[in-house]
């Protein structure tokens, strides 16, 4: 008996099955800023790598859609951007939402992570504040690197007084000196920077959020992985995350982490930890 006709209609019977399959993404090679503990940094270990909690979480929501993903230093924000931007790479792991991305990148809604930004200031301020308002006048700092949403950065540069600084050791050393009264500052990049420069017991962050900008999965329109199944199953997990409680245990996990590298004498092969620029 032929069973070659039998074979041959099996065969375009499990064609289609197999093609969907094929089509799935199954790497992803991500990147995003290298300087912005506790949410990403260059592993000293490995300085091609990237490390913090949005790797943790992403490598985490991955592994149960059963893809695998690549963390990747590919130079400063502006050339991570460029790398997604092109379709070198898939995706960014930390993208703020601006309407001029959406030309050439998918976001994921709901955010990876929020980041709040508070006010911190001297334990002995008296400063009063409840609202952003409330700082029109009162001279403050901002690290340069911040990256708040468009409308409160139109706020702030019309209504507040803000020195920028190069980075935020910088804006917060400002502070504890008395040349500013306030410091704006990511919840937990703030928290990080305190502890490890020592300033924790002199300073307190307010706990009102002054901006809430969201960090964003993004994927590039040049992606081979950029499918809707991909980007339905990543946005289920998003909405997922915050229920788990997965979310602050991985941040104060990775500050911890940033501050025991800090503390570690530096090889000479190793280049310095990143100082959170946010």
């Known amino acids: 008996m032929d069973l070659r006709p039998a074979w041959s209609l099996l065969g375009l019977v499990l064609l289609p099955t197999l093609s969907v399959a094929a089509g799935k993404c199954e790497r992803l090679v991500v990147t995003g800023s290298p300087d912005a503990p506790p949410y990403l940094w260059q592993d ?23 893809l695998k993903v690549e963390l990747l230093y590919a130079g400063k ?17 930390d993208a703020t939402l601006t309407v001029s991305e959406l030309e050439t990148l998918d976001y994921i809604h709901p955010a990876l992570l929020e980041n709040d930004y508070l006010v911190w200031t001297r334990k002995d301020s008296t400063l009063v504040y409840n ?31 803000l020195e920028r600084t190069s980075s935020l050791t910088q804006a917060l050393q400002k502070l504890l000196l008395g040349e500013v009264e306030f410091v704006l500052a990511g919840r937990y990049s703030g928290m990080a920077t305190a502890q490890s420069l020592g300033m924790a017991a002199d300073l307190i962050a307010r706990p009102q959020p002054v901006d809430k900008p969201g960090l964003y999965l993004a994927i590039s329109h040049d992606s081979a992985c950029n499918d809707p199944w991909l980007r339905g199953q990543l946005a289920k997990k998003m909405t997922e995350l ?7 245990a991985v941040l104060l996990r990775n500050i911890e982490r940033w501050k025991a590298q800090r503390s570690q004498p530096q090889q000479p092969s190793q280049q310095p930890v990143s100082t959170p620029k946010q």
């Open 44 to 66: 000293p270990q490995n300085p091609k790598h990237l490390i913090g909690a949005s790797a943790d979480l992403l490598q985490h929501v991955a592994g149960e859609l059963g």
């Open 77 to 93: 924000r502006a050339q991570a951007l460029e790398e997604v931007r092109s379709g070198r790479m898939d995706m960014l792991a």
């Open 131 to 161: 609202q952003a308002q409330d700082l029109h006048g009162h001279p403050g700092a901002v690290s340069e690197k911040a990256r708040m949403t468009p409308p409160f950065s139109t706020f702030a540069g019309q209504q507040l007084t």
């Open 242 to 248: 915050p229920a788990s409680g997965l979310t602050e």
